[in-house]
């Protein structure tokens, strides 16, 4: 009876160090500024500068702590990309959608995120003198854990420390501009955050250093050409706002 009586006690005790579930929703608006590096395989098409950063997130969980959400990030380089380099001078864009399902693990003072969705992403470089562009369309699986841990947790105040990896794989459609071929390739993607939240009631400010990758390999051959692999990132800090509830 005392066995049974001290297993009951401790089962009870654990169970109240789980914390109550409940639905989780928040919105974030992110913004900030770094470097912009893009280099060509097998050619002196390689430089870096300046870029800045947009980012929003939306995502919803339930009390089982399944959901989803869709997020959207721009970054643009300044438009000297490789003026230094004898070429003409350019401008870089990338653009992505994640539309994503979530899972949210949860423990005392801890979460973790799971995240597994599609990858929308669109890179384009602009060449300023003729205006002409080298368009890459990508599509592919997309995963992401973001684990976070809170070293203040009370009802109307939370600070906590946080972080996000994520890696996904894609098809790219190549278009060049005065070029008839459809070329076609394939690119890998990852992404790395790292940073701290601050949050009084439902209002939550925060900031991280952020990076994302991208690697494209050579393209297929059409009619005796192809597109030269590249590998491009972003390397930043960013600041974000936002409303969780």
Known sequence: MRILTSMLVTTFALAAQEPERRPHFEV???FGGGQWEHRTDGSGL????DAGFLRLDLEATTKSGFGGGLRFEGIE?????FADTGFAASEAQMSDIFLHFTYRATAERF???VRIGILLEGYRLRENVTDNDATYGSIGPYLEIAPEFALIARRRLGWSLYGEVGVGAAATGIDIDGDSNDYVSSTIMWGAEVGTRFRAGPAEIGVAFVGRWRSMDESDEENGFVVLGHDA???GLVVSGGVVF
Not at 46 to 49: M, S
């Open 77 to 81: 380089s300044d438009d000297d990309l």
């Open 28 to 30: 974030r608006l992110a």
């Open 46 to 49: 390689d430089d870096r500068t």
């Open 111 to 113: 979460e973790m995120p």
């Open 233 to 235: 990132s972003f390397r």
